[in-house]
């Protein structure tokens, strides 16, 4: 036992880093806290319209986002086989590595005033509208990254329902209304309210869409406001009374979902795999289509809208602009300091973990570990900024360390995203070469470079590029600690947009977004080996 007891170490270590990180900032903000907060709180009427604004769009957001997911990945599950499906399958990834600034810039582009959907509007004749800000802006902005994410999450679920349930359907002539009722929806019950939850706390916490998008102070949330409090108003009380709330109902909200969470098994069975009896109608196959036509438009139109935009904008004087590419290696730097950060942090939580799961015996424990890495989830990156913000503001001038806060900020945003994707291959490691590492003494560095690296290298390159290019396109940070001597490339596309420079906005966001993704492309490439995927 005694033997084992450095491995716990790495973890220990990091956890106590982040304990202090938040603690002193979570100090710091009730410090700040103004006496008698809480009681003049219910009779401020503008705390009182933010914190229902931010519950009311939260709840819409998960309710369509998670509907359209439904019949989206019902059709991509009822149509195993068609041209492009898989490539439709991995174009639904790109919400998560695209930068929200750009995809936000690319439905100005679709939805705006002088957008596509309104000049095809006024072609045929309709009255067109300015309905892209305010809360219907909102509602697009985060079913265009929310709804491929809960499709994705969703479909595991049809594909964990074995061959011989397709076979009885088939055997009693099930119709498809009795197929959804009887087989689908038992299972989605058990699903759905994981992938609602999650899809709500990402809505509750979108700042950079609500900020671009929420079209005054009718349309602000939580963290808006705390960044407008802090940044355009230096009222500390205001923000540190929105960030202990924001603090307050995330905590609410991770306890309900770990006290009423419920595994679900998504993997399929043995059995000889069957096709559903309720594919060959001609009305099924035309609802399918329409609905992953849909889906593939709702995706792929902001995308194309910034490429589009980005060419036809002023490319010579903007790539010639010298401001543009100081902003991309700062956005460069944070991106890979953040990524790596978040990669060394999260191996040392996930060995700890791994301790205590395999040799201690102690699982209770391990998703402790685990769950501590994952504090973001309660303590988002802007009340963690407004805590560092007010920590630091005494002792030094905080705009002169901005970029290093961005970084660390960054990488605490990144942590969830590698304990989930490299936690089960350290444990499948684990498992497979524990024994024949202890038989044969191999321990330490050279465990890791002749055992764990090999074995570990796709998933640690895709947790380091997915991390990288998180840092690459976060807007919520910077703008909190940037400044215009520090602008990365996300807040300089936010100051131009701004300023109504939409076509040099135009530019950067391809610029962005082409650096964003060839970044992920190269880490994962570079790090998994050529058949990375």
Known sequence: MARAAPALLPGIAVLAGLALLVGGALGALLAAAPAGASASLWGDTYLGRVIV?????????????????????????????????????RLFGLPLVIPVIVAVLGMVAVYGQNGMVNRLLAGTGLPTGQFLYGLSGILIAHVFFNMPLAARLLLYAWQSIPGETWRLASQLGMSSGQIFRLIEWPLLRQVIPGVAGLVFMLCFTSFTVVLTLGGGPGGTIIEVAIYQALRLDFDLTRAVTLALIQIALCAAFVGCGLLFARAV?????????????????????????????????????PLVAVIGAGLRGPLVDVLADATLWRAAARSLTIALSAGVLALVLGWAILLTSRELRMRRRRPRAAEAVELSGSLVLVVSPIVLGAGLFVALMPLTDVFSVGLELVIVVNAMMGLPYVIRLLGPPLMRVAEQHDRLCDSLGIAGWNRLGLIEWPALRRPAGLALAV???LAMGDLGAIALFGTRETATLPLLLYQRMGSYRLDEAAVTALVLVTMCLALFVVIERGMGGRGAR
């Not at 604004?53 to 998670?66: D, G, M």
């Not at 043995?270 to 709702?298: M, Q």
């Open 265 to 301: 098994s998504t993997a399929p069975t043995e059995g000889r795999l069957l096709g559903r009896p309720d594919v060959a109608s001609r009305g099924g196959r035309i609802a399918d289509a329409l609905v992953i036509v849909v889906a593939a438009i709702i995706v792929l139109l």
């Open 467 to 469: 991390c990288s290019a």
């Open 53 to 89: 604004f931010t519950l009311w769009q939260a709840s819409l957001s998960a309710l369509i986002s998670v509907g359209m997911a439904v019949a989206v990945a019902r059709a991509l599950a009822r149509r195993a086989e068609f041209p492009g499906r898989d490539l439709l399958l």
